[in-house]
């Protein structure tokens, strides 16, 4: 170990194991067995959260227009509290000048910090290309829905500079399996999702290259014919991984322990949290939704009708602690589906976790009482956030 590298002791969320952690220039550089303190309890050690859904936080809306950098920035900056060290800034259904500012502000932000870079590998477009139908269609505008349109999304494309990663698209658009197919020619990530296909356009779309499903089970019918459905469909399509709300609103326990069990490591946590996130409890004005009431147990539903979500309020570290409170998981296993199976899916090195020669995307934390606090994040090796 060299006088540049920097150590911290904890307990490794994936094994419980005490161990001094290394790194140096931005990577991990060794991972020893230590003895645990007989007084004083470790914290624990896991790799960076990764969200490939976040269309907002802590009052700050990535898709109220127009968007700015500054927003952007701080967006982050809060993000990092909540030990998220890769996002994908989630752009809704909206005008195609709507999307088109909001990409250039999230580019533009990205050139004021090379660590706010880092954080953002990339974008997330959820539409326009989705189904037109109530229901399926969720909360998102239905003037703004279209078929997909490979000149228009080229034109989005170079506003982002090249940064659009993933696409969510319903494939019941006859247009789609050919724009899959160059979605991903051009190295960009597909997603089913907002939609109503049948599960013949479901197996096309992934024979186009389709390969994961965006917050299954949500953006649906409320009711559904028993089979076949689209759900079913996207259970049963062995090439398809899954992006869960684990918030326990969204889904219920029963479909959370389903989804997981019959897609194993295709299973990935998403927040797909808005603006409400982070906020007190209480009511609030939304652009969707109108008065919607954010309750002490996490629930974001309108005012209106209590039946109806109106987002997602639950950041990924309380997902993973409910699903380890509620027993549908193990700790390292739903930091793992926070955390290394979704910057696999993206392809990025922080999928090797906390291994020698990763990037020291480290998140330390507390557990007490299957509460989770974050104590520090560090992003490449440097510190961006401290609870002290």
Known sequence: MSSADRQILGRLVNSGAATTLSWAAG???????????????????GAGLTDLQINGFSGLDLNAPPLAADLVARLTKRLWQEGVTSYLPTIITNTDQAITTSLEAIVAARTTDPLLAATIPGI???????????????????????????????????????????????????????FIARCVASGV????GHTAATTAQIDQAVAAG???VTHFGNGAHPVLPRHPNYLW?????DHLALTLIGDGHHLPDTVLRVAMRMKGEKSLLVSD?????????????????????????GRLQLLADSRILAGSICPLREA?????????????????????????????????????????DIVVFTRNNNILR?????????LVYSAK
Not at 27 to 45: K, M, R, S, V
Not at 374 to 382: E, F, L, P
């Open 27 to 45: 990577e991990i550089t060794a991972l020893h067995p230590a003895p645990a303190p007989t007084i004083t309890p470790l914290p624990w050690l």
């Open 374 to 382: 974050i104590s520090q994040t560090y992003k490449a090796g440097q």
């Open 189 to 192: 990530l597909v997603a089913i």
């Open 233 to 237: 469909a996207q259970l049963a399509n």
């Open 124 to 178: 997330h477009l959820e539409g326009p290309y989705i189904s037109p139908e109530d229901g399926p269609r969720g909360a998102h505008p239905r003037h703004a829905v279209c078929p997909p349109d490979w000149a228009q999304f080229s034109r989005w494309q170079t506003a982002a500079a090249g940064l659009i990663r993933l696409v969510t698209l319903s494939p019941e658009w006859p247009e789609a399996p050919e």
């Open 273 to 297: 949290t808005v603006a409400l996130a982070g906020m007190p409890p209480g009511t609030y004005n939304s652009p969707i939704g109108d008065q919607v009431v954010a309750t002490p147990e």
């Open 320 to 360: 993973i602690a409910g699903l380890t409170q509620r027993g549908l998981t193990t700790l390292a296993d739903a930091w793992k589906m926070a955390a290394e199976r979704p910057a696999q899916f993206l392809g990025l090195p922080t999928a090797a976790g906390l291994s020698v020669g990763a990037p020291a």
């Open 210 to 212: 389709a390969s994961i």
